[in-house]
């Protein structure tokens, strides 16, 4: 069975809105679904369902697909540029709302309120606007990712979005383009010659981890594989150990994962590794508890809240995770480049000793004049609208 026809499968209900007939992405879905699955709708399913969804109404939300144009601004920086946190500079450029993957942990249950899993299907808008930032824009270099409220690749087989975004990004040489997976979906872009500034990335985890927190996604092993074929067609890689997840065995846990990293790649191949701990809001709390029950070592976990309002691991906890990833690298080879995601720069101190922001081998991705270049181009493609 292949991956389009395993989405197909998966899916109850396919809605779309009247507004997007005749756009490619519903002529590519109205050839892949059959007839009655499909229904045309003038707006979004299920008004009446509105503010925080229940436990059933977000699991049922991720067999429901929603197509409809997005009216809005598609480029914008990620949730780790918060104050307070050490941001690495990274944007993100949102095509859909909702993952079909199921993990325990995801931040998407915090926020979400919408009952369907949506796909936005003017992808030439969100191109358009790519180009008019890039134009008004100084900048050397920019990292942009697709994989904030949408896994990158997921449903990839159905939109073959990443054939479009590869193709644009062909023309920003300058520019960095990333797509960020649990998935092993690579065949459906991979024949396209690498433009060389686009960057596969996986979200990884132990397998243990895999199976009893991250559902519906691709096993690590599988990832992997994956990633040795991006490698091998000639794009770029990048890893994110996120979250890093407390259990009795996580030493021996995170030491295989090290093992089963450095035993395929070279740290050549890899543009760079991010680790994370494990956080959420405190509202998520209650929903993955109803979801999950206390089996699950995200629910059963002991947490606290930080700063930023959301809970955490204690920060000892925290330090003592990120130095033994970050040592088990080193091991093998002090090539390995690593980073820490959402932390403080106080966490970055007694973790590794300095600041991002004094680190050379991470100046790129700790720039803040990156910020102030893409906010200025922001600003001028606005001022040039309203005139």
Known sequence: MNRCTQLV??????????????????NRLLSLFPS??????????????????????????KKLLYVCRFP???????PGSRPGLACCNYFVL??????????????????????????YSNLPDALAEL??????????????????????????PLTLYSRDLIEQFREFPNW?????????????????PSPGNVTVSWSLNP??????????????????????????????????????????????????????????????EVNYLSTGALRFQPEQRAIMRERFGMSSHVTS?????????????????????????????????????LFMCMETPESWLNTTGQSPFQSNELKELFDTSVIRSVRQGQLESQQQERS
């Open 9 to 26: 499968e998966r899916f109850k209900r396919v809605y779309i809105h009247r507004d997007t007939m005749g756009s490619e992405l519903t």
């Open 36 to 61: 009655d699955k499909i229904e045309v709708v003038e707006s979004r399913p299920f008004p009446e369902r509105s503010g925080e969804l229940s436990a059933r109404e977000f699991s049922e939300s």
């Open 72 to 78: 809005g601004q598609f480029f914008k920086r990620c």
């Open 94 to 119: 949102n095509w859909g709302l909702q993952c079909d993957m199921n993990c325990s942990y995801c931040y998407l249950q915090s926020f979400l309120n919408t009952p369907v899993l949506t796909i």
């Open 131 to 156: 180009r008019e930032i890039h134009a008004s824009s100084s900048l050397s270099k920019l990292r942009v990712g697709t994989g904030e409220t949408v896994d990158s690749l997921s449903l990839d």
């Open 176 to 192: 960095t383009l990333e797509f960020k997976t649990k998935s092993d979906a690579v065949e459906q872009f991979i024949d396209l």
């Open 207 to 268: 397998q243990n981890i895999v199976a009893s927190e991250e559902h519906g996604t691709a096993s690590l092993e599988n990832r992997l594989r994956a990633a040795e074929m991006c490698r091998d067609a000639g794009y770029s890689l990048a890893f994110h150990i996120d979250p890093l997840i407390w259990h009795p065995e996580w030493q021996s846990s995170y030491a295989t994962l090290v093992a089963a990293i450095v035993n395929r790649f070279k740290p050549i």
């Open 301 to 337: 976990g002991e947490l606290f809240p930080s700063k930023d309002g959301k809970w955490r691991y204690d920060s000892q906890v925290r330090q003592e995770m990120f130095r033994f990833v970050m040592t088990e690298f080193q091991k093998y080879d002090s090539k390995w480049r």
